[in-house]
């Protein structure tokens, strides 16, 4: 029977692609809680497919023990793939596989839902009402209508965010490598290059993969390009942002705002519950100190027809796989 070791299992996993693999009963499922690293690397032995999630590591070294243990597919259920080194998969032989496209309004949506609630300072009314304190002193907010907002990265994502800012009616400023200026024209958005949009924006929204050319894309030489009191949102990958350069800027008070759905080095501390112990990460730490920083951890994809649609993909993908036949088009990076 072909077996599937699906690491980094949360309940909401379990609710979705547990309940359709545990639906095929010609498949052994093994859900594990724990991600996989180079210390839990063995627990796939026997097994011809692995599920994986963005925090999980597969670097050469895991690649090559997967490989020895039998494994021949990589199945993410997740769209970015910077933490999987595709050459080594590809020597090895291993397919890798992810879900392109699950739901790109849940990451926008997110995007949106974090600046304004970082914003209008919704997450300090709540607190403050429930205890019965009705006052606004300390809670004002701006208005979006006539803001300009940069988007960096007009992928799927990004340009579902640029189209939702421009209903706030804000002029929009977009960066990217492949410019469509034919869609920027359709929805009234601006390309421009980066410096401009870093400079001209009051909100700057991050869309890019994590590639060597967007690593620390955001770093003191760009934060300093940032118009004063601007805000930040960042729900694409931590490793976009130097975290100590955006704690430096925020003490000195340079930004407005900071919304991240992601960190540097979220790997290990998102997704778990901490709230027992002493958090060890000090830069995680620092910026939740900050009263204009607001932080979830990871969420943005997480909407019941995202899970959906990531499920029917991995599953889909993992069967195929099981067969040797051709993978959903579109999926397989190796
Ligand atoms: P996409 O591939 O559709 O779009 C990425 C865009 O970035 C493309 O237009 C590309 O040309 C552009 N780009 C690439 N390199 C660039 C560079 N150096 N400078 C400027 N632009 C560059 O991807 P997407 O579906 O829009 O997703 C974007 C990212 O969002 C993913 O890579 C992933 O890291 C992140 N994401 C986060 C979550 C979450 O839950 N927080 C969920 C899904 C995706």
Same mark, same amino acid.
């Given at each position: ?69 039998? &494994? +021949? ?5 997740? @769209? %970015?793939?910077?933490?999987? $080194? *595709? ?6 032989? !291993? ?33 403050? &009402? +429930? ?5 606004? @002193? %300390?809670?004002?907010?701006? $208005? *979006? ?6 988007? !960096? ?182």
């Amino acid at each position: 029977m072909p077996a599937v070791a699906f690491y980094d299992t949360k309940p909401y996993d379990r609710e979705f692609i547990g309940a359709a693999l545990a639906a095929q009963p010609e498949v052994e499922l093994r859900l594990l809680e724990f991600r996989l690293t180079e210390e839990s690397v063995e627990t796939a032995r026997g097994a011809q497919a692995v599920c994986l999630f963005v925090n999980d590591r597969v670097d050469r070294p895991i690649l090559t023990k997967l490989k020895e243990l039998g &494994v +021949r597919h990589v199945a993410l259920r997740c @769209a %970015g793939f910077n933490n999987v $080194d *595709l050459p080594a998969a590809r020597e090895l032989g !291993i397919a890798v596989t992810r879900v392109p496209a699950y739901s790109p309004h849940a990451v926008a949506e997110h995007t949106l839902a974090l600046l304004l609630t970082l914003n209008r300072k919704i997450h300090r009314a709540y607190n403050r &009402v +429930r205890e019965h304190n009705f006052s606004l @002193a %300390g809670l004002v907010g701006f $208005d *979006l209508h006539g803001k300009t907002v940069g988007i !960096i990265g007009t992928g799927k994502i990004g340009r579902i965010t640029a189209e939702i800012f421009r209903g706030f009616g804000t002029t929009v400023l977009a960066y990217d490598v492949a410019p469509d200026h034919d869609w920027a024209a359709r929805h009234g958005i601006t390309y421009a290059p980066l410096d401009t949009v870093l400079t001209q924006s009051d909100i700057v929204s991050l869309h890019t993969p994590l590639t060597t050319d967007t690593f620390h894309l955001i770093n003191a030489n760009t934060l300093a390009r940032m118009k004063p009191g601007a805000y930040l949102v960042n729900t694409s990958r931590g490793k976009l942002v130097e975290t100590s350069a955006l704690i430096n800027a925020l003490k000195a008070q340079h930004l407005g705002g900071v919304a991240l759905d992601v960190y540097e080095e979220e790997e290990g501390v998102f997704f778990e519950d901490l709230s027992g112990g002493v958090l060890q990460d000090d830069e995680l730490s620092r910026l939740l100190t900050f009263p204009n920083v607001l932080i979830t951890s990871h969420q943005a994809f997480l909407t019941a027809e995202a899970l959906r649609e990531i499920s029917r993909v991995t599953v889909e993908n993992l069967q195929r796989g099981f067969q040797g036949t051709d993978f959903l088009p579109g999926t397989q990076l190796t």
